[in-house]
Nanobody, 125 residues
Framework: VQLQAFGGGVVHPGGSLRLSCTASGRSFSAYAVGWFRQTPGKEREYVGGFHRRGSSPLYADSVKGRWTISRDNAKNTVYLQMNSLRPDDTGVYYC???????????????????WGQGTQVTVSS
């Protein structure tokens, strides 16, 4: 499956963005999907994702209550709605997918087989 992430941009603190991750090649619905972000010099950080079709999203503590992940299987797309953005949310955001990942590894980048190209999010006043 090929993934494409888009929707990044520049936003003021407190603003919102919605990222999209679209899959081509196969139906996305049977894949676990995760969102990660990365800043220079740091490892890729998990922000949230789904384990399987119909499962509830699992969020990192840093984004819980601010962000929402949803999926539209008809459009083969997973969304990351980011509200109340803060400067430390700045980074390149990636979506990733796997058919074989176990729940306890959702936040582990190396457990994913497929990655999108990343989209830059900058939160700055």
């Amino acid at each position: 499956v090929q993934l494409q992430a888009f929707g990044g941009g520049v936003v003021h603190p407190g603003g919102s963005l919605r990222l999209s991750c679209t899959a081509s090649g196969r139906s996305f619905s049977a894949y676990a999907v995760g969102w990660f972000r990365q800043t220079p010099g740091k490892e890729r950080e998990y922000v949230g994702g789904f384990h399987r079709r119909g499962s509830s999203p699992l969020y990192a503590d840093s984004v819980k209550g601010r962000w929402t992940i949803s999926r539209d299987n008809a459009k083969n797309t997973v969304y990351l709605q980011m509200n109340s953005l803060r400067p430390d949310d700045t980074g390149v955001y990636y979506c990733a997918a796997s058919q074989t990942i176990i729940y306890s590894s959702l936040s582990t980048p190396s457990a994913y087989n497929y990655w999108g190209q990343g989209t830059q999010v900058t939160v700055s006043s």
